[in-house]
């Protein structure tokens, strides 16, 4: 906190109130308001807190404009380029890269710890095989609290890492089961020699009746969406895990809270969406139309995979994975390109149509990623799922941030109630 501050004026009493300023270590400043209601009896009002800071965080950065995403500090476009899932998993848990032999030993913790209880197993039997894997995750993810008790003691920091460990080591494994009940195939079990994206690769597409080698290059492929998606500061669903944490639930339920915000389609769901939009659209020539209903305000239709609540300009993640298309298409063999070709050219269209311009309206981390899960052969419907197991990663980091924290109180906004006065009760008959 500085002593600087920032003043509030209401024309109507003539009074003025004086807030705190906190100066960030990079980023705008941030306005205290949290003594405004105990002390002046207002209110600030926010809906969708698009310009509230809703908590102290050193995980993430984000700058909209510059269209900058910062990992502990270290810029997206290195650790894409230059680091793996795991170390950037180790990196958001602890803060800072990890020396090879912490390396070694976090990697060997999670690959050591990937297989689910039997009983857990057994759930999905339960489960219609058409269900949507985002419902089996996210429920499967909330009954784990009946499994591990002693990872849920919130106020011990050892069972925070015990949890943090468990979940990110065994959310591959959750997907790969509800995959393999969609597909109607035996589950296959984790191999703890592979690492963490060829034995997901491996969990999905072996089967017992036939040799599976894991392709290293759809490896790659998914550990750089992976990193992509690890961590995205307080987005809806990370909002949801910290809101859900705060009454001091257990974690497995948080995570699974904040799973069920992502499946949205103005969230995570939005990837799965992007295909939907795009098989839809089908060529070139329908691209205006779309352009046109999406432009429409009497029609909801929206560009998928367009716009960001925080960037107001390309999407850092968007640009390393539409630059890695081409490459992976190629090098995957794949046949996918005219559904690529015809995203670049929806994209080139809604980039110089005024109104995408005049809105910052600019292609987000889903516009592409769907066409290499489709490449790596991931059916739409677990595009989500694929989201969630990254995430889980940054997931768990803010609600260790925010347990560890003695400032943390239960999240409880308020609101502007416009709803009727006092009134008095009729009974039924005179109604
Ligand atoms: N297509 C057409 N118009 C759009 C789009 C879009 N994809 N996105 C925003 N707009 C318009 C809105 O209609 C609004 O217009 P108005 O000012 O005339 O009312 C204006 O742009 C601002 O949009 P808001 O919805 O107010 O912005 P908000 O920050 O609330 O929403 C969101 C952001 C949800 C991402 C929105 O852009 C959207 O629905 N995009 C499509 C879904 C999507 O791709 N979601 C994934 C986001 S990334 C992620 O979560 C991983």
Avoid at 57 to 65: F, L, P, V
Avoid at 160 to 183: E, L, N, Q, W
Avoid at 200 to 214: G, I, K, N, R, T
């Amino acid at each position: 906190m500085t002593d600087k501050h920032f003043t509030l004026n209401d024309p109507e009493s003539g009074e003025s109130v004086q807030l705190a300023v906190h100066e960030p270590t990079v980023g705008p400043k941030v306005v205290d308001v949290t003594q405004l209601y105990g002390e002046h009896g207002v209110f600030t009002f926010d809906p969708g807190y698009a310009a509230t800071a809703s908590c102290e965080s050193s995980i993430t950065y984000i700058d909209g404009e510059a269209g900058v995403l910062m990992y502990r500090g270290y810029p997206i476009e290195q650790l894409a380029k230059q680091s793996t899932f795991t170390e950037v998993a180790y990196l958001l848990l602890h803060g800072e890269l990890p020396t090879a032999a912490q390396l070694d030993e976090f990697d060997h913790s999670i690959r050591t710890h990937t297989m689910i209880n039997e009983s857990l197993l057994r759930f999905f039997n339960g489960f219609h095989h058409n269900a949507h894997p985002m419902a089996m995750v996210s429920g499967v993810v909330a009954s784990m609290s009946a499994f591990y008790h002693d990872s849920t003691n919130i106020h011990d920091p050892h069972d925070r890492d015990v949890f943090a460990y468990r979940i990110i080591a065994k959310i591959p494994t959750i997907a790969a089961a509800a995959y393999k009940h969609s597909r109607g195939q035996p589950f296959v079990y984790p191999q703890n020699q592979l690492d963490y994206c060829s034995n997901l690769l491996h969990m999905f597409f072996a089967v017992p009746s036939d040799q599976y080698e894991v392709d290293p290059v759809a490896a790659e492929a998914l550990d750089l969406l992976f990193i992509l998606h690890a961590d995205h500061e307080q987005n809806c669903s990370t909002s949801t895990v910290r809101l859900a944490g705060s009454s001091g639930t257990n974690p497995y339920s948080a995570i699974a809270a904040g799973m069920s915000a992502l499946w949205g389609p103005a969230h995570g769901g939005a990837n799965e969406a992007v295909i939907n939009m795009l098989e839809e659209i089908g060529s070139a020539d329908r691209i205006g139309l779309y352009v046109s209903k999406a432009k429409d305000r009497n029609d909801p239709f929206r560009l998928m995979g367009f716009g960001h609540r925080v960037y107001k300009s390309y999407d850092p993640r968007a640009t390393i994975i539409r630059e890695t298309c081409h490459r992976l298409l190629e090098r995957l063999g794949h046949n996918d390109t005219p559904l690529f070709e015809l995203a670049l050219r929806l994209e080139e269209i809604a980039l110089k149509d005024e109104y995408f311009v005049e809105k910052n309206l600019y292609p987000n981390v889903d516009f592409y990623s769907g066409i290499i899960y489709r490449a790596l052969g991931i059916p739409k419907s677990m595009f989500t799922v694929m989201f969630a197991i990254a995430r889980c990663v940054g997931w768990v980091t803010h609600w260790r941030e925010m347990v560890a924290d003695p400032g943390t109180r239960i999240g409880r906004p308020r609101q502007l109630y416009v709803g009727p006065t006092r009134r008095d009760y009729s009974p039924i008959g005179s109604r």
